[in-house]
């Protein structure tokens, strides 16, 4: 239903080595340096928080989500995935989305975490963009030779506290592809959002099994 298979699991492991890894300090003007020391923050909370021996499930996945709504914009990413169907959506759709939105987040990235084997973050450098947005660039190291995957991570600070409202791998953004997606999941659903929150449940419920 989703993303592709290969760009899915590129944007879990991107995500993963942000929370598993401490991304080097880069020189930057002072709206970039404060998003590269967020970055620095939430990867060392997460290191903390979520890496701790004998950790039970339902345990982690208290401690990510409080995480996911300090650190990433998510209201705001899921109204914008879900473009103009939100507007048309009834107040009980919006409201079951977001917490569907939500609930797919946590369950994917969550049921992931034990699939991380040694990769780490570097980030490059990071610059300012339309005066609004800071881009931290970085580099995905694999293990075993293989060539790194760029990822660049867009960062906004709308009232003073950072929040992350875009990854972007190899140039590819995840908030685009999955707004494309969920726009023809509602497409083939003959245009009701009540098809899009099904298939939702349905992903959910089968990442929690």
Do not use: H
């Amino acid at each position: 239903m989703m993303m592709t298979k290969r760009q899915f699991l590129t944007a879990l492991l991107a995500a993963t080595c942000l929370l598993l890894t401490k991304p080097a300090t880069v020189k930057a003007d002072e709206f970039t340096d404060g998003a590269v020391k967020f970055i620095e923050t939430l990867a060392d909370d997460a290191v903390q928080s979520l890496t701790a021996q004998n950790l039970e499930k339902k345990e982690r996945i208290k401690r990510f989500r409080i995480l996911l709504n300090q650190n990433f914009a998510v209201d705001a990413i899921g109204r914008w995935v879900l473009g103009r169907y939100w507007r048309k959506a009834t107040k009980e759709e919006q409201a079951e989305y977001a917490v569907l939105f939500e609930d797919l987040i946590v369950a994917t990235y969550v049921n992931r975490f034990e699939e991380f084997s040694g990769e780490t973050l570097k980030v490059i450098k990071a610059i300012s963009q339309n005066g609004k947005d800071a881009i931290v660039k970085s580099e995905i190291i694999r293990p075993a030779g293989q060539p790194p995957v760029r990822v660049d991570w867009r960062v906004r600070s709308p009232n003073g506290a950072y929040k992350i409202v875009d990854v972007l791998v190899e140039g590819v953004s995840m908030s685009q592809t999955q707004r494309s997606e969920f726009s023809s999941v509602i497409k083939r659903e003959g245009g009701e959002i009540a098809g899009l929150l099904t298939a939702l449940r349905q992903k959910t419920a089968v990442l929690n099994e």
